[in-house]
């Protein structure tokens, strides 16, 4: 498991005819494709991944995503990212419209989901790390990603948060904090296996899987 996400950047774009009077399919790894996405219509991207005891929830990222032409605008980009990925919903940000948020669906149902948790008051001027601790005061399950058991590359726990907000939720906490300017595409990703309901949150920092400019 932990060479997966090494593997994952050496991919491209896959073209597999389909026959002669077919429109051949492209077949991009969704890693690849969101930072594509986010290169070119200047948007961000946070993942929420899910696993149900069978497999890593990280394993979402190893999703590959499947369309017929090359999409032409954000929202067809959209579409084929949520035709494709089983249970992904894709929701735009509350207060920034750079910003999607890449969810399995199968986490919204839970009552005690952590990145629907509001948060009533926060003001907070400090690192990632420390953030999500801030967070868990008050919600517990939310943890901070294991460094050296992780099997996400590119983290960066010392991002630098920053907000003063009132009712705003934990997803939306903790992406607005962030100065995007020179950030990764994935600006954090959460994964929550079923059985425990905790989320594990990596933030990926100026790093990411596959650099842009």
């Known amino acids: ?20 009077q077919d429109v051949p399919a492209l077949h991009t790894p969704l890693d690849q494709f969101i930072h594509e996405a986010g290169n070119k219509w200047d948007v961000y991207f946070t ?58 669906k199968r986490l919204l149902g839970l009552e005690d989901y952590a990145m629907n948790r509001i948060l009533q008051s926060m003001k ?27 099997r996400v590359t590119g983290v960066n726990q010392g991002t ?7 009712k705003v939720s934990v997803r939306d906490a903790l992406s607005n904090g962030v100065d995007l300017r020179g950030y990764s595409r994935v600006i954090w990703t959460g994964f929550t ?4 309901h905790q989320t594990t949150i990596h933030f990926l920092g100026t790093t990411n899987f596959i650099p842009h400019g």
């Open 47 to 104: 993942i929420e991944g899910a696993s149900d005891g069978t497999i890593y929830s990280e394993m979402l990222l190893l999703e590959v995503v499947t369309a017929h032409s090359v999409p032409t605008n954000l929202d067809s980009a959209i579409s084929a990212l949520t035709n494709s990925v089983t249970n992904l919903t894709v929701m735009a940000d509350t207060d920034n419209q750079h910003i999607y948020h890449l969810v399995d």
């Open 193 to 196: 296996p079923l059985e425990t």
């Open 124 to 150: 907070f001027d400090g690192d990632a790390w420390s953030f999500v601790n801030h967070i868990k005061e008050g919600i517990p399950n939310v943890l901070n990603q294991n460094v050296f058991g992780s």
């Open 160 to 166: 630098s948060i920053s907000i003063n907000s009132a």
């Open 1 to 20: 498991m932990k060479k997966y996400l090494h593997v994952l950047v050496i991919f491209s774009s896959i073209v597999i005819p389909s026959g002669s």
